[in-house]
């Protein structure tokens, strides 16, 4: 079956730290791009941080940039966020997602999404 | 940053009715143009990619269309279980990967 199953979320105060995981099972993890992608209480999509397959190369939206850090063990088939100096507006439901692309047309997709795991950032 | 904007923001259909929701993007996409189903409490899940390639499983009333910069997700006959929030996706410059804003599909 495949997984990928969030952990980690909970109740921080502004300013506090949190570290998020993704496991991966019954997918292949290691030669994919992995993203996280959050979801605030009612609100859309909006995609966070992305790192591609062996760990060399990260990106981040603007709104994280400098907090958040995107990590991977391939051997723990594992995805990482650490997020740092949290704030209010980074309450929301994180998603991590896999990245394929179509090996005819180069189309970029994320094929599977785990359930998510909420963070809550309140004093 | 490139800027997807879909229309309406939400709709209200019956079973059986032929639906379609717009996506436009800021500036041409080259066709890396995706769409997901959401369902409440529920992961986002893969329909199209590619503007018009169906994922594995996804059955044939959905198609995707477009290019360039406008593009559109129909639903040929609407079932019970289609009812959801539906988002685009550009993957053509990233990132950021910027999504739509969601289209909630309600049940008239």
């Known amino acids: 079956e495949v997984q990928l199953v969030e952990s980690g979320g909970g109740l921080v105060q502004p300013g506090g730290s949190l570290r998020l995981s993704c496991a991966a099972s019954?997918?292949?993890?290691?030669?994919?791009?992995m993203h996280w992608v959050r979801q605030a209480p009612g609100k859309g999509l909006v995609w966070v941080s992305r790192?591609?397959?062996?760990?060399?190369?990260?990106g981040y939206a603007d709104s994280v940039k400098g907090r958040f850090t995107i990590s991977r063990d391939s051997a723990k088939n594992t995805l990482y966020l650490e997020m740092n100096s949290l704030r209010a507006e980074d309450t929301a439901l994180y998603y991590c997602?896999?990245?394929?692309?179509?090996?005819?047309?180069?189309?970029?997709?994320?094929?599977?999404w785990g359930q998510g795991t909420l963070v809550t950032v309140s004093s | 940053d490139i800027h997807m904007t879909q229309s309406p923001s939400s709709l209200s259909a019956s079973v059986g009715d032929r639906v379609t929701i717009t996506c436009r993007a800021s500036?041409?996409?080259?066709?890396?143009l995706n769409w997901y189903q959401q369902k409440p409490g529920k992961a986002p899940k893969l329909l199209i990619y590619?503007?018009?390639t169906l994922q594995s499983g996804v059955p044939s009333r959905f198609s995707g269309s477009g290019s360039g910069t406008d593009f559109s997700l129909t639903i040929s006959s609407l079932q019970p279980e289609d009812f959801a929030t539906y988002y685009c996706?550009?993957?053509?410059?990233?990132?950021?990967?910027?999504f739509g804003q969601g289209t909630k599909l309600e049940i008239k």
């Open positions: 590619g503007v018009s």
């Open positions: 997602a896999r990245g394929s692309q179509d090996f005819w047309s180069g189309m970029y997709y994320f094929d599977y």
């Open positions: 019954g997918l292949t993890f290691s030669s994919h791009w």
């Open positions: 996706q550009q993957s053509y410059s990233a990132p950021p990967y910027t």
């Open positions: 500036q041409s996409i080259n066709n890396y």
């Open positions: 790192i591609n397959s062996d760990g060399s190369s990260t």
